[in-house]
């Protein structure tokens, strides 16, 4: 067998080198700049014209769901107020009225022996009440 040599060693040296690129400055036609702020100015334009169409859109579709909301109440409101029409109907009938006299208070029709008719007194005078505003110019 043969002797295998060592590879030799070698050593690397790192060295900072400082470069200093604060004098160099890039140089921008001023054409370019003016083509950039363009196009940056109309794609914000373009942009803005894209969030109000989508502000509009969303905006409409959100007043759709609320005005099938007040239609609800509003149905809900209308049949409410024809069962109460025909709740305070019911309660006004004289009939039932006479019912309720009759049946849980025990009141029935007055014999004729027991109504009596009264004269007015003469000179007597039926007085009548007026409200009288204050005038608020003074």
């Known amino acids: 067998m043969a002797k295998r ?9 790192q060295t900072v080198k400082r470069i200093d690129n604060s004098r160099l400055v890039r140089h921008v036609e001023p054409v370019k700049m003016r083509n950039l702020y363009r196009t940056a100015a109309l794609g914000g334009i373009v942009a803005m014209f894209f969030m109000m169409y989508i502000y509009q859109h969303f905006r409409c579709i959100d ?7 007040v239609k609800v109440k509003q149905s809900e409101a209308a049949s409410l107020n024809s069962s109460l029409k025909l709740e305070i ?16 208070l025990g009141l029935t029709e007055p014999l004729p022996t027991q109504v009596q008719e009264y004269d007015a007194p003469s000179g007597a005078e039926v007085a009548a009440a007026r409200y009288i505003r204050p005038n608020r110019a003074q």
């Not at 007043?63 to 909301?69: A, I, M, T």
């Not at 109907?89 to 849980?104: K, Y």
């Open 89 to 104: 109907a019911s309660l006004r009938n004289p009939m039932r009225i006479d019912v309720i006299a009759r049946r849980q």
């Open 5 to 13: 040599k060592k590879a030799p060693t070698t050593l690397e040296f």
């Open 63 to 69: 007043l759709s769901f609320q005005l099938e909301g």
